[in-house]
């Protein structure tokens, strides 16, 4: 705990734009299952139209960092975990440049090459998933403001999320390269599906990284 009424006021306000940033990157990941059922739906409006706010999203997020990294700079040494505090914010930023990646390939993407039942709905499958693990994300960063030990706790449902977008993963790239004959078609879709698997692997690190700053608080 800080020595100061200053010090502690400095760490919430730390807190809440670490919290912000978690939403914003929420909110990128909700837009890229917007993204992709809008790509299902043959509706381009659509597609582009949650690129562009997954695009605004990853602004902010950089801005949000920025913010975070001025308040942690003129606290100084004073300041318990600083370290910390950056690696979580940098790795929850990692999360929105993934999604934005994901959200431009998408939208290459040809609808004849979605036509294999197992694919489309395998995909559809795996983005949720990998929504979900930032979903998680989000629900432990909101809790570390309020109880430190229970944002630990939950950090263990952004792992077993994790588990289950390898699994998925797995399954998927498989069927890809059963069924997809198309060179170019097969790097798009499998370049989708790793970047989907990474997006998972990077809310867990971030989770991680949110846990050990629990410990320090």
């Known amino acids: 705990m800080f020595g100061s009424e200053y010090e502690i006021q400095a760490r919430r306000r730390t807190l809440t734009v670490l919290q912000d940033e978690a939403r914003r990157v929420f909110d990128a990941a909700r837009d890229l299952a917007l993204c992709y059922r809008a790509l299902l739906a043959q509706d381009q409006v659509g597609v582009q139209s949650a690129i562009e706010r997954i695009r605004k999203a990853e602004d902010d997020v950089e801005a949000l960092r920025r913010l975070l990294t001025r308040e942690v700079a003129e606290m100084g040494t004073m300041m318990i975990s600083r370290e910390d505090f950056l690696r979580a914010a940098y790795e929850i930023e990692e999360i929105a440049g993934y999604t934005n990646g994901i959200a431009f390939r998408f939208s290459q993407v040809k609808m004849s090459v979605l036509k ?27 809790a570390l403001a309020i ?71």
Do not use: F
């Open 147 to 217: 109880n430190p030990a229970s944002a630990i706790d939950l950090a263990n449902s952004v792992q077993k999320v994790e588990r289950q977008v390898d699994e998925k993963y797995r399954i998927i790239v498989a069927s890809l390269l059963n069924n997809i004959n198309t060179l170019s078609d097969l790097l798009l879709l499998k370049d989708i599906v790793e970047g989907l698997e990474e997006l998972a692997d990077r809310s867990l690190a971030a989770s991680d990284s949110v846990t050990i700053l629990a410990l320090g608080l």
């Open 116 to 142: 294999d039942e197992n694919i489309e709905n395998g995909i559809t499958e795996l983005v949720d998933m990998a929504v979900e693990s930032v979903q998680r994300l989000n629900e432990v960063v909101r």
